[in-house]
Every structure is written in C-alpha cells, then in structure tokens.
C-alpha cells in the first residue's frame, strides 16, 4: 500500500485530520466532499470514532447519553467497541409448544400478565412475582420468588429470554426463578422511539432467523441489549466504511476478514457462523496494536542504547575463559538447556546491543548456572554483575551457593604479585552491618567486587559501581519495572557516562509463551525446558479428610526417621504480616505438641529479626532440625535437597503459581518426594486448582489451568495500561493471533521503524497506548 499523502513524515499527521472537524459536525461522512488527503486511505479512521460523542448519534439523547457513560461508553468509538457478551439464537430457541415438565430449556417470550406481590406491613412469606409469558407456540406461568424488582424489570409487553426448568403446577407449565435476559423493553422507550427501525425489533416473538445480541449491561443504567443494539445499528450505519490499517497481504495471509465486516458481524451477525471470523479479526487487531507497541518499544531501547560488547576469551592469555572455566568445573553435568541457554546468552552479551532477555524455566531446572555464566562474561572482561533477589533467605542462599560455585577462579589484577586475585563476590541486604557497607561499597566503585549479590539494598543511592556489565533479577515478578530499570541505570553512573549493562531477567513462575509474548513481548526469550537428569517426580496428594491427613504427618514421621527433613507451610492469614506470624507461631506450638511431638521443628515466619531468621535456616540445612513450619517466606528459591516431604495447610487458599513454587521446594535430590494439601475446600474453583497440582508437576501445564482460572486480566496486570485492554482476544484461545500479530508487528517495523509509511497504524496505536508511552515510541 503506498499512501501519497502529503508531509507524510511519521509525525501525527495534523494535516489528515484536518478535515475532521468537518465531517464531525455535519455528521454524516456520504455528504462531506471527498477530500483528497483521504483518498488514499478511505473509510472511517477509529481516531475519528473515538472523537465523536455518542450522543451525535441521532437515536440517542442526553438520558441515554447519560445511561452508557454508566458503561464507560462516551465516544462511538467505545460503542461499536462494545461488544456482545454472548448471542441468543433466535432459530434454536425451543417452542414452549413443545416442551414438557422436566425440561430444561430457553425460551423467548413475551410478558402477557404480570401480577405484582402484595406489599405492605401485611404480607407473609417470601415475596412473590407471578407473570403469564407466551411465545406464539403457547404459555406458561413464571414465578420469582423474593425477587420483587422482577415486577418493574418484566413488564407486560416484555421480549425476554428465560432459561430455566419448566415444572408443572396444578396442571400447568411453569418456570420457577429462572436466568432471565432481557431481550426489548416493553412499548416504545424513549428516544427509542423516533427511530424508524428495520423492522426486525418489532417482529413476532419466536421469529425465525434473528440473532439477538447480549450486551454487557450495568446495574444501574436502564438499558437493555436490545436499545444497545438499536445504538449500535445507528453507529455502524453512521461510520460507514472502515478505514483499513492492515494490508491485504496480511489479511489474506491470516485469513482475516476486513475491519468494516468485522465490525458488522460482531454486532449484527445475521447467522451464528458469522460471529466467530468477526471476533478473530478484532481480536487480531487488539493483539496487533499490543505487538507493535512492544516491537516498538525493543527497537526503541535499542536505538538509545549504549551496550558493551563483552568478550568471550579469558582474561589470560592462553587461558580458558572464566565461563569455561565455571562450566567444566561445575559439580554436575549441565543439561543441554542450560547449555543453550548460556550459549544463546553469550551471543547476546558479545553483541554490541544490551541484552533485554528473558529467561523461563520451571522451578529446579538450573536457572542459577546459567545466571551466574551470564555474570562471569561481564567479569572476566573486568566488568563487575549484579544479582538482585526478592527477599533475604533467597539471596544468602544464592551468595552461599555461588561463591562455592565460584571457588578457585581468579581475575587479573596487576597490583598483586602474581598478577591475579581470586574473584570476589559480595552479599548486601539490609542487615549488612554499617562498617562492612562501608568497605563494600568502596569495593564496588574501585572494581575490588566482581560480583554483587543481594535484595533491594542494591537500588540504594550508594552503591556506584566501577563498571556495571551484566544484571540478573530473580523471580523478576517480585520486582516492579521502575525498580529493574533502576538496577540497570546504575551501569551509566551518576555522571550518565558509563555504559547500559546487559539484562538478564528470570522467572521461575512459568507462563505460556504466547502469554508471555503479550507481557514480555519487548524481551527477548530464552527457557529451559528440561530439568536436570535423576530428580525423582514429586507425588502430590490432596488430603481431603481427617484420615488424609493422618496419613500426611505420619509421611513427615517417617521421612524424618529415614534422614529427610519436612516443610510445614502454615495457612495464609488475611490482614498483616504480624498476624500470619502470630497464626504461623501458634501452629508451630501445635504441631510440636500433637502431630508432630518428638520431632524437632523451626519456626520461620516474615517477623522475625534475620538474625534468627538465618540461623534457623542454617539449622535446617544441616539437618539440625527435621522439620521448618513456615510462611511463604521460603515460597521462592530455598533450596534444601534433603527436604522430602512438604504439607501445605489450608491450601485452598494459595493460588496456583504459589503452590507450585512452594511445591519445588521438594524433589529437589534424588529421592522420592511428597506433597500434601490439606483442605477440605468442595468448592468448584479449589476442585480445580488443587486437582489440577495433584495431576501434573509441569509448571506450564499448570500455567495454562491457571490462566484458564484466572483469566488473561491478572497475567497482564500492570503491564497493561491505556486502553490497550484486551477486550476480545484471549491468551488462551487465540494464541495462534498471537504468533501472527508478533510476525505482522515484527515484519512491519523491521521495514518501516518510525512507521512513516503505516501511518494509520500510527495514529491508531496513539489511540490506544497513553501519551508517555506514545512520546517515547515516536520521538525522532
Ligand atoms: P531454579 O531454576 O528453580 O532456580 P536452581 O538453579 O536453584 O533452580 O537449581 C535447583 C537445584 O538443581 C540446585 O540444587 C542446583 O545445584 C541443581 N542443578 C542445577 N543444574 C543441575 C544439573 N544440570 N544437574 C544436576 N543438578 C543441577
Ligand atoms: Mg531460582
């Protein structure tokens, strides 16, 4: 598509939408003259939509005006965006003819009678509101009970669906509270009423061949789906042809239907089968606009960047690398993932751009090597890396295991007498002592510190750095973005001359790829999708019963008694962090006096000094006590092979993720592992949460259940802001839009960056990302 539009120079384009103000108030597009600046793109841009108030629409007036923004619908743009919730189809409703007592079915009628409860101080008993409905085919009675409001809902002259059993009650047919949508108000409803009509909303109930829309209504506006629909025939008769921003190729290529009939047959399919290619191009488009932003965003990091290309050859001459080094020295063989992983990011570290990566893996597959090899090639080009993890325990245990991993490897160092030291690594948290800080900090700016691992006492003002070229950030989740970019700003120093230190983001709560590429699609991927040879599965019990749970603490009795330890993970407490502790102690006093008496048992909960906290957990290590009943402190990381059994209280309360986190606290060495999760919880929502642990260890497996939870809003968080929602498209159905939104974004940037030839694509994605982010995407 070229687009000889003039002063097409990837600015906003104030020159296109100059004759918007025109068609906008003479308000019908077919009577303003065909200017030229749009003939190259013809039809309806949504920007134009978006700047047109729904009352402009001729069949709605202030009242109704007022009843939609009670939806958030304000402009048309938010109208025609306003879609169906679902669709009742009008040619497979069951003829109440032909029903008989004891179907289930739905039914669209009309309200004939309606007799109104008795009210006042002399009425007893539930509430009651009987109507007469009919459909053409026959009748029958409807009964709500204690559901008074039902009476001014359903007025005589009411097109509605009900859905529900049909009884019989002295010998006639009726529905007792049934799910009742609302199909057309009774009589003509007020600026409803001037409109002329296709004819369609006035026909005979149980007419064939209709869809009726279902609309997401509000409690407290007054609309109904059928007014919503009547608006939505006058926007799309009002906007007209669509303006098309993806070309043909693209569209032919997905099998994607054009916008202007995508819009159509959201709102008005004429049969069933039309929905869903109407829904996948839209759905397409908001993945599209998603893509682009983030396709974006990457190049633009890029264009600004300042990367260091870091060296693979040792600092010695004639030497192995220090990665070399670290990798056939390490006290297992790597798996071939971890070896692709390093490999992958080596590459990127020996480029000149930052690395953005991000690495997945389940839990206990390794990420740690392949952190620690991703610092080694920043230091052993005498750069210094940095560690960040989310709490206390996580980041000892990791500055415990990686200087032992780092044992005997050495960097140049002139001012000694053999001309090398051994590299140095560095722990800093918050409870690092005042003096040691001190010299610690004087360590990381003269460059005596290699490595520095520690929490957010990282993205303390203080800690300068000689030369910063590599940053890991554990369990990134824990993490917000402000405070990641804020570890890597450390790496241009105070004076903005130093350079932008190559990332490493990780992340133990897997999600999947096609979700993932929605929330990280500005980072690059890496997973590990192997874990280490010889781990034993772990077996997941649901312990339901009293005598379920006898079994699990007699399993804690006898793993300790064959040398193993335990984990006891206390109930999640609403309200503070004090009272989990308080709640977790009492636990601990329990179990130490009933199921678990003669054992010996730790306490570790969020409250305690970390003094304590350490030496508890440097007991448990080492076997000095048997089992740790604990908060999720020890959710993320903690890493004990000789822990075999964990049983998780209340566990209905914990989410998914969580408890497979908690979970890879376990099955971490070579024997046999367990997990009990104890709750009695028959709720529908636990049923499948709990099952779904107890069926699979995978953690993306279990992904893909949770995202079927929890839906697509909880993945996407923070990182979805503006209107950027995605109100159509879902991660779990539509990954393969997904795939093909990424290849279209990725494609189109690739030859165009500031999108000087996409305009249209241009000013759309400026209607939906927030100015911020829009400055930072299109600043030239
Ligand atoms: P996670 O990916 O959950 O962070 P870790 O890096 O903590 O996993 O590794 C889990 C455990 O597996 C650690 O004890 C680690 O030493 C061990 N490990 C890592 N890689 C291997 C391997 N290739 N073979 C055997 N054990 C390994
Ligand atoms: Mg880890």
Redesign the pocket.
């Known amino acids: 598509m070229t687009k000889p539009v003039a002063g097409s120079s990837g600015k906003a384009a104030p020159g296109v939408g100059a004759e918007e103000p025109g068609a906008r108030e003479s308000g019908a597009q077919e009577r303003s003259p065909a200017a030229p600046a749009t003939a190259a793109i013809p039809g309806r841009k949504l920007r134009q939509l978006a700047e047109l108030p729904v009352t402009v629409l001729k069949n709605i007036g202030t009242a109704s005006g007022k009843e939609l923004a009670e939806l958030g619908i304000e402009t048309v743009l938010d109208l025609l965006t306003h879609y169906p919730r679902r669709y009742i189809d009008g040619t497979r409703l069951a003829p109440l003819s032909e029903l008989a007592g004891g179907d289930t079915a739905s039914v669209l009628a009309t309200v004939r009678r309606v007799n109104r409860p008795p009210s006042g101080r002399y009425r007893r008993g539930p509430s009651r509101v009987e109507l007469d409905i009919t459909d053409g085919t026959g009748g029958s009675k409807v009964v709500f009970f204690n559901q008074t409001w039902r009476a001014k809902q359903l007025p005589v002259g009411t097109l509605a669906l009900f859905f529900g059993k049909l009884g019989t009650y002295r010998d006639s047919r009726q529905m007792v509270n049934p799910t009742v949508e609302v199909v057309r108000a009774a009589g003509g409803v007020d600026d409803d009423a001037d409109e002329p009509g296709d004819g369609s909303g006035t026909d005979d109930v149980g007419a064939s061949g209709r869809i009726y829309p279902v609309y997401p209504l509000s409690e407290k506006a007054d609309l109904t789906s059928i007014r919503i629909t009547r608006f939505l025939a006058e926007a799309l008769k009002r906007a007209g042809d669509f303006a098309e921003p993806l070309q043909a190729h693209w569209r032919s290529r997905f099998k994607l239907i054009d916008r202007t009939q995508a819009f159509h047959d959201i709102h008005q399919p004429a049969t069933m089968a039309e929905r869903e290619p109407a829904r996948r191009r839209l759905a397409f488009d908001e993945l599209f606009r998603l893509q682009l932003a983030l396709v974006l965003r990457q190049r633009r990091l890029e264009s600004d960047a300042r990367g260091i290309r870091h060296v693979l050859d040792g600092p010695v001459k004639g030497e192995p690398s220090l990665l070399d080094q670290f990798m056939t020295g390490?006290?297992?063989?790597?798996?071939n993932a971890?070896r692709a992983a390093v490999e992958a990011i080596a590459d990127d570290l020996a480029g000149p751009l930052p690395m953005h990566r991000l690495l997945q893996?389940?839990?206990?597959?390794?990420?740690?090597?392949v952190a620690v090899a991703a610092l080694l090639v920043a230091v052993q080009g005498g750069h210094q890396g940095a560690l960040m993890a989310p709490t206390e325990v996580l980041a000892e245990q990791h500055f415990f295991?990686v200087r032992s991993l780092l044992d005997g490897l050495s960097v140049p160092d002139p001012t000694t007498l053999e001309g090398v030291r051994p590299l140095r690594v560095a722990l800093l948290t918050s409870k690092t002592p005042a003096a040691e800080r001190t010299r610690l900090h004087q360590g990381l700016r003269d460059g005596g510190v290699d490595l520095l691992i520690g929490t957010h006492a990282l993205l303390t003002d203080d800690v300068r750095f000689h030369s910063l070229g590599a940053v890991v950030i554990?369990e990134q989740h824990r993490f917000g973005v402000e405070q990641r970019a804020a570890l890597k700003a450390k790496g241009r120093g105070d004076d903005g001359r130093g350079a932008d230190p190559d990332l490493l983001v990780?992340t133990?709560t897997p999600i999947p790829r096609t979700a993932a590429m929605v929330v990280f699609g500005d980072l690059d991927m890496t997973t590990?999708d192997e874990l280490?040879?010889?781990r034993t599965p772990i077996t997941t019990e649901w312990a339901r019963t009293a005598m379920d749970e006898a079994g699990a603490w007699e399993r804690v009795r006898t793993e300790v008694v064959a040398g193993h330890r335990a984990f006891v993970v206390c109930p999640l407490v609403d309200g503070s962090e004090r009272v989990e502790a308080t709640s977790a102690t009492e636990e601990f006093v329990r179990l130490q006096a009933e199921e678990l008496k003669g054992l010996r048992l730790g306490l570790l909960h969020g409250q305690m000094r970390p003094s304590e906290k350490e030496s508890v957990m440097a007991d448990f290590r080492a076997g000095a006590l048997d089992v740790l009943v604990a908060t999720t402190v020890i959710e993320v990381?903690v890493?004990v092979?000789e822990a075999t059994v964990m049983v998780i209280e209340d566990a209905d309360r914990f989410g998914i993720a969580q408890l497979h986190q908690l979970r890879?606290r376990v099955g971490?060495g070579s024997d046999p592992s367990w997990c009990y999760l104890l709750s009695e919880s028959q709720a529908p929502e636990a049923e499948a949460r709990l099952g779904a642990m107890e069926r699979t260890t995978d953690g993306f497996e279990l992904a893909d259940v949770d995202l079927e939870l929890r839906g697509e809003g909880t993945i996407l968080g923070a990182r979805q802001k503006g209107r950027s929602d995605l109100k159509l498209a879902s991660l779990l159905r539509d990954r393969d839009l997904v795939l093909q939104a990424r290849e279209a974004a990725v494609s189109i940037v690739a030859d165009d960056p500031q999108l000087g030839d996409n305009q249209l694509l241009e000013e759309e994605l400026r209607l939906f990302i927030d100015d911020d982010e829009a400055e930072f995407l299109f600043k030239s």
Do not use: C
């Open positions: 390490l006290p297992f063989e790597p798996t971890q893996g389940d839990v206990g597959a390794g990420k740690t090597v295991g554990d990780m133990a590990i280490p040879p010889g990381g890493d092979p890879g971490r």
